[in-house]
T-cell receptor, first 114, second 118 residues
């Protein structure tokens, strides 16, 4: 079975600081995709960043970057220069290439403070 | 603007009653999905459809039913057999059913429906 684990239920960071959210996963597949989704208080799901397992280079989207460690099955999200608008639930998700089979972690609630 | 519309935003169900959640998309996407979100948990897949007139069960299909008579629409019925229906329900769609082949392929989500039991 494929599982996704987010061990940090809640985190807090000050504005302009950097924060890292952790995610580990378990799979026997070799080709798969990893995602970070953001869910703000509006509850809209927003794709933040994605990583293809066959790519060694870590994905980057503006202030968001990942640290993908395939051997350790780890996929952490780093948010630089945190902004108040980053306050949200963050979900790590995984699939093996079929979009219908996204497996989500339990989420990390991030609070950005002044 | 293209997008996914879910209605209603809030829905209340009486015991023994079936209720239907609406999901409409104008993105011309082939695949549509229903997820359930409970507090402290991630999203779990209920049903998905990769083409009109066809759909498959997800991980937690018991107590739910769907139809896909039109490409744009994928309604979810929460039946009386679902004993714990209180949750936030999210509909999503993607252009390509089956394998994700494009680097920009992703799921588009609606704004959700909160279902509560009276």
């Amino acid at each position: 079975a494929q599982t996704v684990t987010q061990s940090q239920p809640e985190m807090s960071v000050q504005e302009a600081e950097t924060v890292t959210l952790s995610c580990t996963y378990d799979t026997s597949e070799n080709n798969y995709y990893l995602f970070w989704y953001k869910q703000p208080p509006s509850r809209q799901m927003i794709l933040v960043i994605r990583q293809e397992a066959y790519k060694q280079q870590n994905a980057t989207e503006n202030r968001f970057s990942v640290n993908f460690q395939k051997a350790a099955k780890s996929f952490s999200l780093k948010i630089s220069d945190s902004q108040l608008g980053d306050t949200a639930m963050y979900f790590c998700a995984f699939n093996t290439g079929t979009a219908s089979k996204l497996t989500f972690g339990t989420g990390t609630r991030l609070q950005v403070t002044l | 603007d293209g997008g996914i519309t879910q209605s209603p935003k809030y829905l209340f169900r009486k015991e023994g009653q079936n209720v239907t959640l609406s999901c409409e998309q104008n993105l011309n996407h082939d695949a549509m999905y229903w997820y359930r979100q409970d507090p402290g948990q991630g999203l779990r897949l209920i049903y998905y459809s990769q083409i009109v007139n066809d759909f498959q069960k997800g991980d937690i299909a018991e107590g739910y039913s769907v139809s896909r008579e039109k490409k744009e629409s994928f309604p979810l019925t929460v039946t009386s057999a679902q004993k714990n229906p209180t949750a936030f329900y999210l509909c999503a769609s993607s252009k390509t059913p089956g394998q994700v082949v494009a680097t920009n392929e992703k799921l588009f989500f609606g704004s959700g429906t909160q279902l509560s039991v009276l």
